[in-house]
């Protein structure tokens, strides 16, 4: 199942955002556009359980905080997402929020469901590099890897993993992707 389109015809912001009732589903602004998602299989859960449990011990050594969703990140008026997974290095800890995270995190981690596919491989691929993400991931579940976009300028430079997750933001990190799938 796809996301569902778009469904209004004037650009939401936060305040529209934070209106909507809580369904159970999970509700994104894009650009303005509302998004609903249905909640995300066990699987799915799994891998991002295990991303949390990775990058835990990081914000255990004081390196930065590592939320995941449900917790709003609003990276404009018209841009409010919530990712699987977020990382907010202590020296940008001034964008976190009692209700949510104002800005754009370092580090935001997506996997991959049958439904959200073309959603987190397109659009907040799009957003994330237009609104100053640092590096995201893209975990896919399916063909079991990881693919990284990381900042160059304005711009991502997409990264292929192979056997070893790594990242600049997080010294030390080294994480075996086959681990992420078991």
């Not at 799994?46 to 995941?68: D, M």
């Not at 990712?83 to 976190?96: C, N, Q």
Request: charged share 25%; no cysteine.
């Amino acid at each position: 199942m796809a996301p569902m389109a778009p469904q209004t015809s004037i650009k939401l912001t936060y305040e529209d955002y934070a209106a909507i009732p809580d369904d159970g589903r999970r509700h994104e602004i894009i650009d303005g556009e509302h998004y609903v998602n249905p909640a995300p299989n066990l699987q799915h859960q799994r891998v991002v359980k295990r991303v949390v449990e990775a990058l835990l011990p990081f914000e255990h050594s004081g390196l930065g905080e590592v939320f995941f969703a449900p917790a709003d990140v609003v990276l404009s008026l018209t841009d409010v997402v919530q990712p699987d997974v977020l990382f907010v290095g202590a020296a940008r800890s001034h964008i976190l929020t009692a209700k949510n995270v104002q800005g754009a995190p370092d580090l935001a981690v997506e996997v991959l469901s049958p439904f959200n596919r073309a959603h987190d491989e397109r659009l907040k691929l799009q957003m994330y590099e237009r609104l100053g993400v640092a590096e995201y991931w893209i975990v896919d579940p399916e063909a079991e890897s990881v693919t990284i976009f990381r900042r160059s300028g304005n711009r991502f430079q997409r990264i292929d993993v192979g056997e070893t997750l790594t990242t600049p933001l997080l010294p030390g990190f080294a994480f075996n992707v086959g681990a992420l799938f078991r």
